[in-house]
C-alpha cells in the first residue's frame, strides 16, 4: 500500500494497473458498508470507491488538493447515510466533522455509525437554513457539501460564509440534474463558476464522469 500526496490516503494497483484508494481503517475488525478490505502488516485499510464517493472520484480524477488533513473542524452537508463522512473519520484523526442532513431516516443511521465513530456527530438539519444549526457547531476548516437541491451553490456559499474558517478549504459536489435536468451539465457547470467566483477563490475543478455521471468537484478556499 503506497501513501499518496493526500494525507491519510493510500493507493494500490490491481492486476489491470488501475490505481484504487485506501484508508486505514479507525475501527479495525468493523466495516459499516460492506467495503472491501486488506491488511499488511496487521493494519486494515478499507477500499474508498469511487464509484460511491465524489471526493474519492475527484481524487482519481487528478484534483490538485482538497485542503483535508488530520486535526481539523469538518463541516459535511449532505452526509446521507454517512459513506463519505465515514473514510473523512479514517481522515480526519483528532479531528471533528459534522455530518449534517435532514431527512430523518439517513440520519438515524448516521447516529449508529457515530456510536462507533467518536469524531463523527450527526445533525439533523436543512443545510439551506445554517441559522437553525449555527449554535451546535464551531468554525469549520473544511466546508464540504453533496445535496442535490436546485439553488447547490448558493446554499454552499451561504455556509462558506457563516462557518468556513479564512483560509479554509471548501469542496462542493455539483449535481447538474438537481439543478435543471434539460441543460446540458458543461453548461451548468459554467453557470455555478461564475455564482462561486464573485464570491470566493476557485482553486480547482473537475468533472467526475465516469466514476460520477453529470457530477463535478470545486474546490474553492476562503480568503
Not at 38 to 54: C, L
Request: glycine residues 6%; contains cysteine.
Amino acid at each position: 500500500m503506497k501513501p499518496t500526496r493526500f494525507p491519510e490516503i493510500y493507493s494500490e494497483k490491481d492486476k489491470r494497473g488501475r490505481e484504487h484508494l485506501y484508508t486505514i481503517n479507525e475501527t479495525p475488525g468493523k466495516i459499516y458498508f460492506d467495503e472491501d478490505t486488506k491488511t499488511y502488516d496487521g493494519i486494515q485499510y478499507r477500499f474508498f470507491d469511487a464509484n460511491r464517493s465524489k471526493l474519492a472520484a475527484a481524487i482519481q480524477k487528478g484534483i490538485s488538493q482538497t485542503g483535508i488533513k488530520e486535526n481539523q473542524t469538518i463541516l459535511y452537508l449532505g452526509a446521507s447515510h454517512g459513506y463519505t463522512p465515514s473514510f473523512l473519520s479514517d481522515i480526519n484523526k483528532g479531528g471533528i466533522i459534522y455530518a449534517l442532513d435532514f431527512a430523518p431516516r439517513v440520519v438515524r443511521d448516521l447516529v449508529f455509525l457515530c456510536e462507533k465513530r467518536t469524531n463523527l456527530i450527526p445533525i439533523m438539519a436543512d443545510a439551506n437554513q445554517p441559522k437553525t444549526y449555527e449554535f451546535r457547531i464551531t468554525k469549520a476548516d473544511i466546508v464540504y457539501q453533496d445535496v442535490a437541491q436546485r439553488n447547490q451553490a448558493e446554499i454552499f456559499l451561504k455556509n462558506c460564509h457563516a462557518f468556513l474558517k479564512s483560509g479554509g478549504f471548501g469542496l462542493l459536489a455539483v449535481k447538474a440534474k438537481s439543478i435543471d435536468i434539460a441543460k446540458k451539465p458543461k453548461i451548468i457547470y459554467q453557470e455555478i463558476r461564475q455564482k462561486l467566483e464573485k464570491e470566493i477563490t476557485i482553486v480547482d475543478f473537475k468533472v467526475l464522469d465516469p466514476f460520477e455521471k453529470d457530477h463535478c468537484m470545486f474546490v474553492v478556499k476562503k480568503k
